[in-house]
């Protein structure tokens, strides 16, 4: 039987009655579940507020046009970020009409603060952070130098759900989580948007509903006769996440820390199954995270070779993530990561999800092992 990279992982009784009550009620739009959500994912981070969204990807689109719009920045300024992440990270940059300018990442596959210092210019606005599987990396001191450089601190936490540094759920000026279809705390597709600043968590609702200053369900509950009424005060989009996903998130949440559990102790099993092989090596987990573990990524040489042959035994992996600087809209920088360049051509992700078995992990490291001799004996031979 085959095994998969990503399963999600639902409680579909749970799901089932969250969304019943959601039918019942005749709501399935924004208010109700997504305001329930809201409440239980601050009460969860800690982080003082949280805005329901349809996708991460609209919230850092959001995140940016916010911060452009309020604090006057020009097309064209300046946003530091990452060349390995998914597309959506850059995208939402240029969707701003404000230009990515890509830093090389560490051993982490996070930011490099050094190669973060070395391209900040009179220009730059913001620092996006990815905490690509789950990881912190070297996120305290990005932190302090947005802080020093008054920047703006962008933490796409879309692998990050769960995800505590030293002991605290990590936050930047704004945090983006996701909760799409394979995440660890998946729905089908929705995000959260957190702002610290309250004043800013209120533009983001009014923007995320086409800049409308009342949404349809506080309207319902308007007992007056003018409850239709509401005022457009700005061009805004139609971000806002529905009950329907929130009820799925409301009937998962209380599974995500036991399901990330899982998910550490099988990294713990694959970090033994390669430590000391020579020709494997695993990106660490940085100092004081206590990681969601999104991702479990290897580095192997020839790894198109290896995809082929884990796929000839019934293993499915994948790649987090192509380098973005092949992408011809960021090709202007292609040599802006030499780093990056060079690991995302050896990066591998490995099955990784709570469904997994002890007997299942070991089955994928006899797999790549076996996989990464045999070719080294036939390159040798």
């Known amino acids: 039987m085959a095994i998969q990279l990503f399963v999600p992982t639902f409680d579909v009784e749970a799901c089932l009655d969250e969304i019943r009550e959601c039918l019942e009620k005749g709501w399935t739009g924004a208010g109700f579940k997504t305001i329930e959500f809201e409440e239980a994912w601050k009460d969860y981070t800690g982080l003082p507020h949280a805005h329901f969204l349809n996708s991460a990807t609209s919230g850092l689109h959001l995140a940016l046009d916010i911060y452009k719009e309020l604090y006057g920045w020009e097309d064209g300024d300046e946003v530091l970020t990452t060349p390995i992440t998914f597309v959506s990270t850059n995208h939402a940059i240029l969707h701003a009409n404000l230009k990515p300018v890509f830093v090389d990442v560490d051993e982490f596959l996070c930011l490099d603060p050094d190669d973060v210092e070395r391209k900040i210019t009179p220009r730059t606005r913001a620092i996006v952070f990815v905490g690509l599987g789950g990881n912190t990396g070297q996120l305290a001191r990005i932190h302090d130098i947005c802080h020093r450089n008054e920047l703006i601190f962008v933490l796409d936490a879309a692998h990050m759900a769960g995800t505590k540094r030293d002991g605290k759920t990590p936050s930047g000026d704004v945090t983006v989580h996701s909760f799409q279809a394979v995440k660890n705390l ?123 042959d884990l796929n000839a035994r019934g293993i499915n992996t994948g790649v987090h993530y192509r380098n973005n600087l092949e992408y011809p809209m960021f090709a202007d920088q292609h040599a802006a990561c030499p780093k990056a360049a060079e690991l995302s051509q050896r990066v591998l992700s490995l099955p990784l999800h709570p469904q997994l078995s002890d007997n299942d992990v070991a089955r994928v490291i006899e797999a790549v092992c076996a996989c990464v001799e045999e070719r080294k004996s036939l390159a040798n031979a």
């Not at 533009?203 to 409308?212: D, E, F, H, P, Y």
């Not at 319902?220 to 005022?231: G, V």
């Not at 998130?249 to 390669?274: C, E, M, S």
């Open 186 to 308: 998946p729905t089908a597709d929705a995000g959260m948007i957190c702002f610290a600043d309250g004043g800013l968590d209120a533009v983001a609702r009014r923007k995320s509903w086409l800049g409308i200053n009342k949404d349809t369900y506080a309207r319902a509950a308007d007992a007056s006769a003018y409850k239709w009424q509401y005022e457009v005060q700005s061009v805004g989009y139609k971000y806002h996440g529905n009950s329907i996903m929130a009820a799925i998130a409301l009937a998962q949440l209380p599974h995500l820390d036991a399901h990330n559990a899982r998910r550490r102790a099988i990294g713990v099993l694959y970090d033994k199954g390669f430590a000391g092989h020579p020709h494997i090596a695993t990106v660490p987990t940085a100092p004081g995270c206590c990681s969601s573990r999104h991702l479990y990524q290897i580095m192997v040489q020839d790894r198109e070779k290896l995809i082929a």
